[in-house]
């Protein structure tokens, strides 16, 4: 496969997880490498959750070196809209990014994004993208929220080279990332949201929370105006419009 804007690939036929193998991977100074699987044995997802993972999807993880890891959220708002550019350039089909880590069309979930990082005496941001190409139908649990590019288009894709346009997309934007432009990056995502404007309930680690998705603000957390008029901010959770 070609090497798309610098980054080394990493190809396999199976394996646990691109993210695990990512964590293996991502030590001697090791920087912009590219891991990706045909297919994961155990794929997961944002709270440990599984990411089925069968032929016929896109694995990938991204693995950068970075001096500190408080701004790795942005990362994920720069994969969601890489996988975004990249589904429209290539099928011009309405897409569009929900709030944190979910790049979605027609309202179902299409790519699932999970960043990890490791610290220590160097860093490392781990941007695993689970993206549905080929898949033909879903589990029960999932299959009225999930939807793959083969289901919406009845057509087939090169994964190779979708890998290759979201690396050049991701690529990009993380040029901004790399200066500190974050606000070009929120800007570059609320061209695409979902979630703003809509009325939302946020199921959180300490509370379930309904009102309007109004902004997202400097460290990526989602506002809600409550219905009382106050606001809160979101840090981590599930959306669901309402
Ligand atoms: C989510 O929606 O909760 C995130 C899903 C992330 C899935 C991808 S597939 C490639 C990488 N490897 C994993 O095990 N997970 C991510």
Redesign the pocket.
């Given at each position: 496969m070609n090497k798309p804007s610098g980054f080394k690939i990493y190809y396999f036929k199976t394996l646990t997880?691109?993210?695990?193998e990512a964590k293996r991977l991502a030590k001697n100074s090791i920087d912009k490498i590219i891991v990706i699987a045909d297919k994961?044995t155990?794929?997961?997802?944002?709270f440990n959750?599984e990411?089925v993972?069968g032929l016929g999807g896109l694995?990938?993880?991204i693995v950068l070196k970075e001096k500190n890891l408080d701004d790795v959220r942005y990362l994920t708002l720069i994969a969601a809209v890489s996988v975004a550019k990249t589904i429209k350039k290539l099928t011009k089909l309405n897409v569009l990014v929900k709030w944190p880590?979910?790049v979605l069309i027609n309202d179902k979930?299409i790519c699932?994004?999970?960043t990890e990082t490791i610290s220590g005496k160097e860093n490392y941001a781990l941007v695993?993208?689970?993206l549905n190409v080929h898949q033909k139908n879903f589990n029960k649990n999932i299959s009225n929220k999930a939807v793959s590019l083969k289901i919406i288009t009845n057509k087939n894709y090169n994964i190779n080279k979708i890998i290759n346009e979201i690396t050049k997309q991701f690529n990009n934007l993380y040029q901004y990332y790399k200066n500190n432009n974050y606000k070009q990056i929120i800007n570059e995502w609320k061209k695409y949201s979902h979630t703003l404007g809509k009325k939302v309930k946020a199921k959180t680690l300490s509370g379930v929370y309904t009102g309007k998705a109004i902004d997202i603000d400097k460290d990526c957390n989602l506002i809600l105006k409550l219905n009382n008029g106050k606001l809160k901010k979101i840090v981590e959770g599930d959306i669901f419009v309402v």
């Open positions: 997880s691109t993210n695990d994961q155990k794929g997961r997802g944002r959750r990411w993972s694995y990938m993880t880590n979910d979930k699932g994004i999970l695993g993208i689970g």
